[in-house]
């Protein structure tokens, strides 16, 4: 069966501009132009289009999707079945939140006392079992067991005021680090400026900072692919760029 632009376009519940977009960008070609002009696409396209969605929803960029499915590697079950696995891992998240959300309604409700700790629980229960699952083999490879268990205890005895500035510095770090990227300096002022707070980020999760301990970290974030992944959300080549920047900042600068 092959389907329009208008009709894909329905199907999908986008726009049939993005689909040309997709199409101008290599991202996603139709299977042939008619005799009209008028794009077609088939099964093979459709599928394609699904994958594309799969990781808008997941918050990948486009330029790093189109990295991944043009990669001769790439396995399209495979893909499906981690995609399947972040669902799973969202919904789990979303139901740690709904508990709390309904422990919170008691609590106001004076059928539950909670103290402050508990009312951020769930966030850094969500956060600790989502960076286990992501990168806690490697992690706990590179640092041990004890440094990690450590950090984890450490972010879940954070006060109510810890956890609300942690967060919001490291949405600011990443702030921060797409402007940064525009200079294309890692040894600029934004850029160092960056260093220096994801240095203050370590250390409400660690317990003693160290430079070379930073170090492996950012290079970690480039070596990984899932943190690179991570990373590049904000803009393509940001692992590597937050890397350098942080070599200049220890005194390890890339050349």
Do not use: C
């Amino acid at each position: 069966m092959e389907y329009t632009i208008q009709k894909l376009a329905q199907l999908a519940g986008i726009s049939t501009r993005t689909l040309r977009y997709y199409d101008e960008i290599d991202l996603l070609k139709p299977a042939r132009i008619n005799s009209s002009g008028y794009r077609l696409y088939g099964q093979k396209e459709v599928d394609r289009l699904q994958q594309i969605m799969f990781y808008r929803e997941l918050g990948f960029p486009l330029e790093t999707i189109k990295e991944i499915m043009t990669n001769p590697l790439f396995d399209e079950r495979k893909a499906l079945q981690d995609h399947l696995k972040h669902l799973l891992e969202k919904r789990k998240q979303i139901d740690l939140l709904i508990k709390n959300v309904h422990h919170t309604v008691e609590n106001l409700e004076g059928r539950r006392n909670m103290t402050d700790q508990e009312k951020f629980i769930g966030f850094k229960k969500q956060l600790i079992e989502e960076n286990e699952k992501k990168y806690g083999k490697e992690i706990r490879e590179k640092y041990g067991d004890t440094t990690v268990d450590a950090s984890n205890a450490k972010l879940m005895n954070l006060s109510e005021k810890e956890y609300a500035e942690v967060t919001e510095l490291a949405e600011s770090i990443n702030k921060l680090l797409a402007e940064a990227m525009k200079t294309q300096d890692p040894t600029g002022e934004l850029a160092q400026k960056v260093a220096d707070m994801h240095k203050q980020w370590l250390t409400y999760y660690w317990n003693d900072y160290s430079k070379e301990a930073h170090q492996g970290l950012a290079q970690m974030y480039v070596d990984d692919e899932r943190f690179k992944a991570n990373y590049d959300k904000i803009a393509p080549g940001a692992a590597e760029f937050l890397r350098d920047a942080i070599f200049v900042y220890t005194g390890n600068g890339k050349s």
